[in-house]
């Protein structure tokens, strides 16, 4: 069975330093989310991506954060310069044809900012 | 206001009873959808059941069923025949809008379910 993917599971950062996480969608899909959940708090939206740009973000995606689709595969979320609130579950989601249709989620990075 | 409230943060179960997680929504749109996850200690989130606003019909797949009361904003999960693979954390999430777009989801705080052998 399908499935979003995402790389790396764990990653160790100092703040200051940019990170990229990256995600493969499930190959039929069309539409992008990347979320993120603080350890013990609820899963929260950061942005939407589709067509090629970004369709949606939320007040926690500012000027930090940036999403690219570089290839027809690859999805990738990058944090400019880490901040120690940025220590989070990140996960990707995608859904097929239609927004309206089930989000499905990969196994999440987890990110740890020194 | 909350969108999502899931009143009770922890649950036990006996094995191979049935357990019912709460989830009431806020929205004034007249379409949206309503999704349950399961968040094993592991961390990935598992998509197990959705609910769409217009279906007449209480959303089942295998030992998952959504009652789902519109009149009252509830989408609770009900779990049958708990297994102890079922502890987790499970999450509601809503869907708003209709039309073209993103569809952001919407998460409650969760209901960490224990299954007790």
């Known amino acids: 069975e399908p499935e979003v993917t995402q790389t790396p599971s764990h990653q160790v950062t100092q703040m200051g330093q940019e990170v990229i996480l990256r995600c493969v969608p499930i190959s039929n899909h069309l539409y992008f989310y990347w979320y993120r959940q603080i350890l013990g708090q609820k899963v929260e939206f950061l942005v939407s991506f589709y067509n090629n740009e970004i369709s949606e973000k939320s007040e926690i995606f500012d000027d930090q954060f940036s999403v690219e689709r570089p290839d027809g595969s690859n999805f990738t979320l990058k944090i400019r310069s880490t901040k120690l609130e940025d220590s989070a579950m990140y996960f990707c989601?995608?859904?097929?044809?239609?927004?309206?249709?089930?989000?499905?989620f990969g196994p999440g990075t987890r990110l740890l900012v020194l | 206001a909350q969108k999502i409230t899931q009143t009770q943060p922890g649950m036990f179960v006996q094995e191979k009873e049935a357990v019912t997680l709460d989830c009431t929504y806020d929205?004034?749109?007249?379409?949206?959808?309503l999704f349950w996850y399961k968040q094993p200690s592991s961390g990935e989130m598992i998509f197990l059941i959705y609910?769409?606003?217009?279906?007449?019909q209480n959303a089942t797949e295998g030992r998952y069923s959504l009652n789902f009361q519109k009149a009252r904003k509830s989408a609770n999960l009900v779990i049958s025949a708990s297994q102890l693979g079922d502890s987790a954390m499970y999450f509601c999430a809503m869907r708003e809008g209709a039309g073209a777009g993103s569809y952001q989801l919407t998460f409650g705080k969760g209901t960490k379910l224990s299954v007790i052998p």
């Open positions: 929205t004034s749109d007249q379409s949206y959808g």
């Open positions: 989601a995608s859904s097929p044809q239609s927004a309206q249709e089930t989000q499905y």
């Open positions: 609910q769409g606003s217009y279906d007449e």
